[in-house]
């Protein structure tokens, strides 16, 4: 997770999954990825590995927000809805910011 404007930069990992099924983890669980972020900033995220189909970002503040941005690999379709089901309309790609 990056936020250029300020040079905050961390890496998220999942918590240790203590249940083995042989060589793999047993996957039982949910993975969260915890971070500390200010609001009213602009973050990137960028994966290692494969990025999930399904994510819930969850912003625990008494005010403020923040904009996230996700890097996927593969040119497909993706919606963003709310908890209760609502959908977000995609903004309009800016040419000269790149997003």
Same mark, same amino acid.
């Given at each position: 997770?990056?936020?250029?404007? =300020? *040079?905050?930069?961390? %890496?998220?990992?999942?918590?240790?999954?203590?249940?083995?099924? @042989?060589?793999?983890?047993?996957? +039982?669980?949910?993975?969260?990825?915890?971070?500390?972020?200010?609001?009213?900033?602009?973050?990137?995220?960028?994966? =290692? *590995?494969?990025?999930? %189909?399904?994510?819930?970002?969850?912003?625990?503040?008494?005010? @403020?927000?923040?904009?996230?941005? +996700?890097?996927?690999?593969?040119?497909?379709?993706?919606?963003?809805?709310?908890?209760?089901?609502?959908?977000?309309?995609?903004?309009?790609?800016?040419?000269?910011?790149?997003?």
């Amino acid at each position: 997770m990056k936020n250029n404007e =300020t *040079g905050f930069e961390n %890496k998220l990992n999942s918590f240790m999954d203590h249940v083995w099924d @042989g060589f793999y983890t047993g996957q +039982v669980r949910e993975s969260t990825f915890p971070s500390l972020v200010l609001t009213d900033s602009d973050y990137d995220i960028e994966f =290692t *590995g494969t990025p999930f %189909k399904k994510f819930i970002y969850a912003l625990r503040a008494k005010n @403020g927000g923040v904009k996230i941005r +996700v890097q996927y690999f593969n040119a497909e379709t993706y919606i963003v809805t709310d908890l209760d089901g609502n959908k977000y309309e995609p903004n309009e790609f800016d040419e000269e910011e790149g997003v």
